[in-house]
T-cell receptor, first 111, second 117 residues
């Protein structure tokens, strides 16, 4: 199926640093979702975005729905070791409930 | 809220046998459930979408006779891998979407690691 372009593929940062990752698509999406997946676990929903331009925070996480409706970014401020994991963006096109997933960003935080 | 469970969490089976994986929404009614497959270090690949009381919709390339999906109630969907082969070894994850509230939020189960020997 269609894939979103998610970048970067991996990041290695020091504890306390801020992190930014993004997803772009050739299609217009009506919904953007950001998930985190720990090894051997299912993805956990972090933030859901429903309107172009929407900026939503969840603790140290902030995500935005791009104005063009073809992109979204996720920022993590003041990273901590438990932020380690794989972050996936997911988008929903204009019809149906099917989600398209990005390829993931592997985040490593060094204490 | 929005808890989804899967059982079993891990299963090892012999080639040629069938394996059933259960997905349950514990605190909400799921009008739609989804089954994904994930290979190591890869993204989630949607296999099929199942709506309660109707036949599942399979993604292109997914054999419906091999991956049997049943969504008999608003809280339970099952995936049966029939005549499993080693190439079916993977991490299978279900998700559930509530029919109310924020309609497009999918909540995922913890996954089932299938190993076919």
């Amino acid at each position: 199926g269609q894939q979103l372009n998610q970048s970067p593929q991996s990041m290695f940062i020091q504890e306390g640093e801020d992190v930014s990752m993004n997803c772009t698509s050739s299609s217009i999406f009506n919904t953007w979702l950001w998930y985190k997946q720990d090894p051997g676990e299912g993805p956990v929903l972090l933030i859901a975005l429903y309107k172009a331009g929407e900026l939503t925070s969840n603790g140290r996480l902030t995500a935005q729905f791009g104005i063009t409706r073809k992109d979204s970014f996720l920022n993590i401020s003041a990273s901590i070791p438990s932020d380690v994991g794989i972050y996936f963006c997911a988008g929903r096109e204009t019809s149906g409930s099917r989600l398209t997933f990005g390829e993931g960003t592997q985040l490593t935080v060094n204490p | 809220g929005a808890v989804v469970s899967q059982h079993p969490s891990r299963v090892i089976c012999k080639s040629g046998t069938s394996v059933k994986i259960e997905c349950r929404s514990l605190d909400f009614q799921a009008t739609t459930m989804f089954w994904y497959r994930q290979f190591p270090k890869q993204s989630l690949m949607l296999m099929a979408t199942s709506n309660e009381g109707s036949k599942a919709t399979y993604e292109q390339g997914v054999e419906k006779d091999k991956f049997l999906i049943n969504h008999a109630s608003l809280t339970l969907s099952t995936l049966t891998v029939t005549s499993a082969h080693p190439e079916d070894s993977s991490f299978y994850i279900c998700s559930a979407k509530s029919g109310t509230g924020k309609s497009y939020e999918q909540y995922f189960g913890p996954g089932t690691r299938l190993t076919v020997t």
